[in-house]
């Protein structure tokens, strides 16, 4: 009997030891699926890597794409490729540009996108301002766009394109929505836009009745109103001549007459082009 209870203690150590054993081997097991998702994410990173090295040394093309089909597949595995391109801020901006500057389609290994380079090249669309560009894990893309906002239509060589204030090229194309922007005619005259609409800002009862501006000899605007009445700015002072002009409506109408054009091109002389009959034509009506 004695010796039956000197082997229990013997048998309850070595249960002792199975049981941790047990304890041990599950949280190994446990661990498996967070070890392999770490072990692809850095099989993806070097092959990565690799595929650039690949790249620079100019190794075969069929090379790199068993790699890109080895990241994919990795990447599939763990859950770590693209299901989903989020973008918040898009009015204007064509889908299809869009597309084509994130370079990114559903399926792909998302660490095998570059935010930064896709920001670069969402940058150079001219519906643009800003990007943000964010890969939020496991599996989506994220986009915010600032549009720009057009200022006006610029008119050169028979061809109508919007563009922002300071003179970039928005779009070759312009919607009805932006009919009503003033046109700006002249080669210059989109490096030259963000003086001119400061200049008609500053007064605003005016600058409703502007239509259209047109560069002369690279140095100075015409404006014609939408009554067909020319003005005609100097190239030096030309705000000073546009607030002497707005006071002269205020304060006596001047554009309400049966005039054809107002000369302001020489300093504190203001010569006005009557309209001799009836009949006869504004400059906004000759054809």
């Not at 919607?175 to 001119?196: F, M, W």
């Not at 014609?224 to 700015?233: C, E, H, P, S, T």
């Not at 546009?242 to 002389?269: M, S």
């Amino acid at each position: 009997m004695k010796a039956e209870k000197n082997r229990n203690p013997g048998k309850s150590a070595e249960n002792s030891r199975s049981a941790r054993l047990r304890r041990a081997l599950m949280v190994r097991l446990k661990a498996k699926p967070m070890l392999f998702a770490i072990a692809g994410l850095v099989l993806i990173i070097a092959c990565g890597a690799g595929g650039v090295v690949i790249h620079l040394t100019g190794a075969e093309k069929s090379v790199a794409a068993t790699i890109d089909r080895f990241n994919r597949s990795i990447a599939d595995s763990v859950g770590l490729t693209v299901d989903e391109v989020l973008v918040t801020g898009r009015i204007e901006t064509p889908r299809s540009k869009l597309l084509e500057a994130l370079k990114v389609k559903r399926g792909d290994p998302i660490f095998g996108f570059d935010p930064h380079e896709a920001r670069k090249r969402l940058l150079a669309i001219g519906w643009v301002a800003e990007a943000d560009v964010q890969r939020r894990l496991p599996n989506t893309i994220y986009v915010r766009l600032t549009e720009q906002k057009p200022a006006a239509i610029w008119q050169h060589n028979g061809k109508f394109k919007l563009i922002s204030r300071d003179g970039g090229v928005i779009s070759n194309q312009v919607s009805q929505r932006y009919k009503n922007l003033k046109i700006l005619v002249g080669e210059d005259a989109p490096t030259n836009a963000a003086g001119l609409m400061t200049m008609l800002e500053s007064e605003r009862e005016l600058m409703v009745l502007v239509t259209h501006a047109t560069r002369v000899g690279a140095r100075r605007w015409n404006l014609l109103l939408r009554q067909g009445i020319d003005i005609r700015l100097p190239a030096e002072r030309a705000e000073k001549a546009w607030r002497y002009l707005a006071e002269l409506q205020r304060k006596h109408r001047i554009l309400q007459q049966r005039i054809r054009a107002v000369d302001l091109r020489v300093p504190d002389r203001l010569t006005v082009q009557i309209l001799k009959t009836p009949d006869a034509k504004r400059v906004g009506d000759e054809t």
